[in-house]
């Protein structure tokens, strides 16, 4: 036998033997992690529990200071509007056509945000009263998204999570949603009156609305003209086509059967009636499909006002007694630091 094999035979019960007292390592050292980690939960409890009286006392007084801030804040509702800006949705092609671009209504309505808190100026934007404003909460627009490449709304931006580059995303064109709230939900249909008398006052959104119209107008004319062409076409070429075929049945005795230009015709009608039923709708900038409505339950829960206060309270508890146990030192070091 020779010297290496030798060698060889001699270094596999030293490396079973490392193998093994490696595995007991690792084993120790994750019940000794496992261990740690009861023991720092333990102490956390143990902590806590002996700061308990801290933690409830500031905790008692946010319910209760949740709870009077709960009784002397306004209750306020809200309620939601849709609508379209007029745009056509092709179902063979996929895509909507014609309409106002939708963004410069939803930026023209999310601008109220920053007079919300001035009932003067947002009482001359709405047209309406002083104190009519003065119960608006908040009023925004949204982007309705969609998902599964359908055009269709799948859900509405309202957190504005709307990322561009995000290919599985898509802004449906045409598609808006206004959120408002308010103190009184009474003053709703002034409101959504106002809304509308906004809309309408921007010049610029307003020619784009006559320039739309306008092109359907035209576009339907310019349909019925290409509608009767390829009647007078079909008409023409049937007369042509029985004409010599009534030859052919004299002599073999085949019927005429004429052709006609059915896809070319039933394309050309279902342009026309999409534009005539976007032009009989759409008689304002904003088609509604979903009204403004009062919601009887009131948007100020009280259980937001306890625990949202509750908590910090209790955490801010915490947070004493910490202070409270380590004064000494940390007064120490504020000394030490400014001796220096």
Sequence with gaps: MSESNIQQNVGKPNDEIDIFEFSIRIWKALMNFLIGI????????????RKSLWIIS????????????????RPFYTSALEGSTGGIYDAEAK?????????LVIDHINKLAQVIHKPLLLANYL???VGQAEKIRSINAYYGIDVNKDLKPDYVDENR??????????????????????????????????LFRYINSNAYIQELFKVDRRQKEERVKELEKEINKVNDFQDARTRKESSIEKGAFLLYGNEAEPRLFYRDVLWLHNQKQML??????SDEIIVVTQELTPLENEE???????VTLGSLMATLGLVCALFWQYRKKIWKLITEDSSK
């Design 38 to 49: 009861r023991d720092f939960i333990i102490s956390i409890l143990i902590f806590l529990i």
């Design 127 to 129: 047209g309406l009263s």
């Design 276 to 281: 005539e039923k976007s032009l009989e709708i």
């Design 95 to 103: 895509k909507y056509t014609s309409g106002v671009d939708n963004s």
């Design 161 to 194: 999570t709307y990322n561009p580059k995000d290919t599985t995303q898509i802004r449906v064109p045409s598609f808006i949603h206004i959120r408002v709230s308010v103190y009184d939900e009474q003053i709703l249909p002034e409101l959504r009156k106002g």
């Design 300 to 306: 100020r829960p009280v259980l937001i006002y306890i």
């Design 58 to 73: 500031f905790g008692i007084v946010g319910v209760l200071l949740g709870y009077f801030l709960y009784g002397i804040s």
